[in-house]
């Protein structure tokens, strides 16, 4: 079940227990952390499996016409299972009924890592379009990549 979640403190107990389960992402605590606080504040939309929540994406405006993934997890157990793509097409129609028209998302550049290279597939496969990389956004090790989607 894929639902929006509203309460500031459920969105945080959703972020933390999922993104603390993803150390091959989500290896630096600090910037863990601030995922979590920042995306309490956006959009939230959960999907679960009974009553647990196995899945996350939040929404991030960064200009009136582009919204940004600002932070997505599946529990590993999880993946490829179709779960992401639920959440990218309800994260999609909520951009466009709110009138977004391109939605953007940062991710370490092809090649840096092998699970990062799996978010980029899953991006491109998504219909997602390498824009700009940025080497040095985050740190020299991990280029950031901008990938844009009209929507």
Avoid at 2 to 13: A, F, H, R
Avoid at 36 to 41: L, M, P, Q, V
Avoid at 46 to 63: M, N, P, Q, R
């Amino acid at each position: 079940m894929l639902k929006e979640i509203t309460n500031t403190t459920e969105k945080q107990i959703i972020a933390r227990d999922i993104l603390y389960k993803l150390p091959q992402w989500f290896g630096i605590p600090e910037s863990t952390e601030e995922y979590i606080n920042e995306s309490k504040n956006m959009p939230f939309f959960a999907y679960f499996d009974d009553e647990k929540a196995v899945g996350f994406i939040s929404l991030k405006e960064t200009s009136p016409y582009t919204c940004e993934i600002f932070v997505t997890g599946i529990l590993a157990a999880y993946h490829r299972k179709g779960i992401g793509t639920q959440l990218w097409k309800y994260f999609c129609n909520y951009a466009k009924n709110n009138g977004y028209e391109y939605v953007q998302v940062k991710t370490v550049k092809k090649g840096c890592y092998p699970q990062y290279n799996i978010s980029n597939r899953f991006y491109e496969s998504l219909g997602f379009r390498e824009m700009e990389c940025f080497p040095e956004l985050w740190d020299k090790n991990n280029p950031c990549q901008i990938y844009i989607k009209k929507i």
